[in-house]
C-alpha cells in the first residue's frame, strides 16, 4: 500500500543511492554535514576575473579532483560539466550498492537535466571558429559542445547501455529528467535509471546572466542570495550536479536494499511568460502543486515539507510564497519550507543536488536551514536559522522556472 493505493512493487519508483559534486562538497557525507549545518557553498569567484562585472559572488565546485573517480583515458575527453557528472553517477552507483556488469549494462541507463550545457566548452569553441576559422578549431571541442555531451561521456565511463536521454527545460531541467526516469522504470524499459541534473559556472555564463539583470545586487545593496527575504535582491549563479538511482521497489528489494524514499507523484505545468522572466503570480504554482499532491493520491494536508525553488529574485520569491500562503492553516499546520540556493547558488539545473538533499532529509527526520532569510515575505512555517528536526512521509520539491514553467516532485517515506 502507498498512501492508501494498492500499487505493484515493480510500479513504485524508489532511490536507493545518490551523489553530488556540489559547492558545499563531494558525496553524501561532506555534502550532508555541511548543509545541515547551515554552511555555504558561496564566496567570491576565484574561477575566472569578476573585476569588470557589477556582481562577484558565486557558488563554485572546489578541491574536485576528477582522478578520484574518472579513469585517466577518459578524463581528456571530458569537459567540466561531464567530469562532475561522471563523478557524481559513479558516486550514486557506489551509494547503490551497484556493480555494472556484462548481465546488467543493457538494463542501465541515465536521463540527465540541463539547462545550458557547457557553456565554457561553446565560448571557447565559437571564438575560435570566428577568429581564426574552422581549420583551427581543436577537433577535441566539438563532440562537448552538444548537450548530451554529459550524458554520453558519463555512460562510457560508467559502462551504461541502456536508456540514454538528455532533457533541456531551463530552470526544471533536473526535475523533468527525473520525472522522465521515473516513468520509464515504470514502464519497465530499464531496470536502473541515474537521474538528476548539471550546470556549470562559466564566464561567458556570468556574463549573460549579468546583462539580464538576473544577479544579485539588483538595486546597490549588500550582494548575496536571501530567499524569500524582503530585502532580497537577486541570486547567485551556482553550479554542480546531483544524480540519483532510481529502481523499484521489487528491484530493491530484491538487492536488499533500503531506499532512501519512493517518487510518489508527479506534476507538470505552465503558465507561459516571456522567456528570461520569472512567474509573476501564484497560479501556475498553485495548479502544479495540485497536480502533483493528485499524482501521489495525497492532500496537501499530508505534506511535511516543501523544498523550495526560491533563489533571491524579486519576481519568483514573491509568487512562491504567495502561492504557499494560500495553502491554509496556522504556521504550525503547514508544511515547513527550506530553499537551499541561498548556499547553492541558481545552476538552473540544481534540482538533482535538492533531490538528493531530500533523500538525505528524509533519511536524517531533518530539514536543513535557509540561508539568508532573516525577514520572511509571508508569515509561514520556514526553516530558518537551524536544521529542524521533523519526520517526513511526504516533502514536495518544487521546479520552477522561468518562461513560466513548472514541476513538481512528491518524495516520501
Request: hydrophobic letters at 40%.
Amino acid at each position: 500500500m502507498t498512501n492508501g493505493r494498492q500499487i505493484d512493487k515493480a510500479q513504485r519508483v524508489v532511490v536507493t543511492g545518490i551523489g553530488m559534486v556540489t559547492p558545499l562538497g563531494i558525496g553524501r557525507e561532506e555534502f550532508g554535514g555541511r548543509l545541515f549545518a547551515g554552511e555555504t557553498g558561496i564566496a567570491e569567484i576565484a574561477s575566472f576575473n569578476t573585476n569588470a562585472f557589477s556582481s562577484h559572488l558565486g557558488a563554485e565546485v572546489r578541491n574536485f579532483n576528477p582522478r578520484d573517480f574518472i579513469s585517466v583515458k577518459n578524463i581528456r575527453r571530458m569537459d567540466k560539466i561531464s567530469l562532475m557528472t561522471a563523478a557524481a553517477a559513479r558516486l550514486a552507483l557506489n551509494d547503490a550498492g551497484m556493480q555494472i556488469t556484462a548481465e546488467n549494462r543493457d538494463r542501465v541507463g541515465i536521463v540527465l537535466g540541463t539547462a545550458f550545457g557547457a557553456t565554457d566548452i561553446t565560448a571557447q569553441f565559437l571564438q575560435t571558429l570566428f577568429k581564426d576559422g574552422p581549420a583551427s578549431v581543436n577537433p577535441i571541442l566539438v563532440p562537448n559542445t552538444v548537450m548530451n555531451a554529459a550524458a554520453g561521456h558519463t555512460s562510457i565511463e560508467l559502462g551504461f547501455r541502456g536508456v540514454n536521454t538528455t532533457v533541456t527545460h531551463f530552470a526544471v531541467s533536473a526535475e523533468n529528467a527525473i520525472a522522465y526516469a521515473a516513468a520509464e522504470i515504470r514502464r519497465g524499459t530499464a531496470d536502473f535509471i541515474f537521474a538528476g541534473g548539471a550546470d556549470i559556472l562559466s564566464e561567458f555564463y556570468f556574463q549573460a546572466l549579468t546583462k539580464f539583470h538576473a544577479l544579485s545586487p539588483q538595486n546597490g545593496k549588500e550582494e548575496s542570495c536571501r530567499p524569500f527575504d524582503r530585502d532580497r535582491n537577486g541570486t547567485v549563479a551556482g553550479e554542480g550536479c546531483g544524480i540519483i538511482c532510481l529502481e523499484s521497489l521489487r528491484s530493491a528489494e530484491a538487492r536488499g536494499r533500503h531506499p532512501y524514499c519512493e517518487i510518489k507523484g508527479v506534476g507538470m505545468g505552465s503558465s507561459p511568460i516571456r522567456p528570461n522572466v520569472w512567474p509573476r503570480n501564484p497560479d501556475g504554482i498553485q495548479q502544479t502543486l495540485h497536480r502533483a499532491l493528485k499524482n501521489a493520491g495525497i492532500a496537501v494536508h499530508d505534506l511535511q515539507a516543501i523544498f523550495a525553488a526560491a533563489n533571491g529574485d524579486t519576481h519568483l520569491d514573491a509568487a512562491e510564497s504567495e502561492a504557499y500562503s494560500q495553502i491554509g492553516g496556522s504556521p504550525d499546520e503547514q508544511p515547513s519550507i527550506m530553499a537551499m540556493k541561498g548556499v547553492l547558488g541558481e545552476s538552473f539545473s540544481g534540482g538533482g543536488i535538492r533531490a538528493c538533499a531530500m533523500a538525505l532529509a528524509i533519511e536524517k527526520k531533518s530539514l536543513p536551514p535557509t540561508a539568508g532569510l532573516e525577514h520572511p515575505l509571508e508569515s509561514l512555517a520556514f526553516v530558518k536559522d537551524e536544521k529542524k528536526g521533523l519526520e517526513i512521509d511526504n516533502a514536495a520539491l518544487a521546479g520552477i522556472s522561468f518562461g513560466g514553467t513548472y514541476c513538481y516532485l512528491i518524495l516520501g517515506r
